[in-house]
Structures are given as structure tokens and as C-alpha cells.
């Protein structure tokens, strides 16, 4: 079986909430902290654009849960563990998504098993 890209995995989870919990639009939704070159990264920088922030961000009924999105091998990078331990030490959770079911975990939902 092929492995499925962070992207398509991202992808697959935000389309299944989107479609399945519509009283929810607007809950979920992406934080886009990569770019495409150097002074687009600098930019970034000065808007707040911060490195290491989790994939995406679900306000659930009992607070943030922000999630990372990786692939079955994918490992975290030292600023996405610096911003976990930032987040967590907030009290909000983090979890790292490899997998629909997974994410369905994540956000408190039934999963498919």
C-alpha cells in the first residue's frame, strides 16, 4: 500500500470533517507557516508567521487542539517540538495525525473502526 503524502492525509481529515460535522465549519482550518522562498519567509516572520506551529487548529468545546499532521514515518522537527511543549505547557492539547482514524481521536469523534 502506497503511503499517503502529510498533504493528502491533511487533505482527507479537513474534507471529512467539512462534510460530516457542518455546524463545525470554521472550527478546523489550516495554519499555512511555510514559504515559497527567502524574503517571503522573512515577510512572514514580521506578521507573525511563527515556525514549528502545528498544521492546523480545532476549537473544540473544551479548548484548542492543535494538530501535526505526518506521514507513518514522519518525525517532528526540533521547532515543531519546541512549539508542542509551548502549546501543552499552555494547557491547550497537541497530537500528532498520521491517519483519519487517528485524527477522529484527536478531535473527540467516532472513528470508522
Given amino acids: ?33 511555510n514559504s515559497d522562498n527567502k524574503v517571503r519567509a522573512v515577510m512572514n516572520q514580521s506578521i507573525g508567521v511563527v515556525a514549528g506551529v502545528a498544521d492546523m487548529m480545532y476549537l473544540s468545546d473544551n479548548g484548542l487542539i492543535a494538530i501535526e499532521f505526518k506521514t507513518i514515518i514522519g518525525r517532528q522537527q526540533p521547532r515543531q ?14 497530537h500528532i495525525v498520521r491517519s483519519l482514524n487517528e485524527f477522529l481521536k484527536a478531535i473527540n469523534k467516532p472513528t470508522n473502526d
Wanted: charged fraction near 25%; hydrophobic fraction near 30%.
Fill in 1 to 33: 500500500m502506497q503511503e499517503l503524502s502529510e498533504f493528502k492525509i491533511q487533505s482527507q481529515c479537513f474534507l471529512y470533517h467539512w462534510n460530516n460535522y457542518p455546524e463545525e465549519r470554521g472550527r478546523l482550518f489550516a495554519v499555512n507557516n
Fill in 81 to 94: 517540538k519546541q512549539w508542542q511543549e509551548t502549546i501543552e505547557a499552555a494547557g491547550y492539547k497537541y
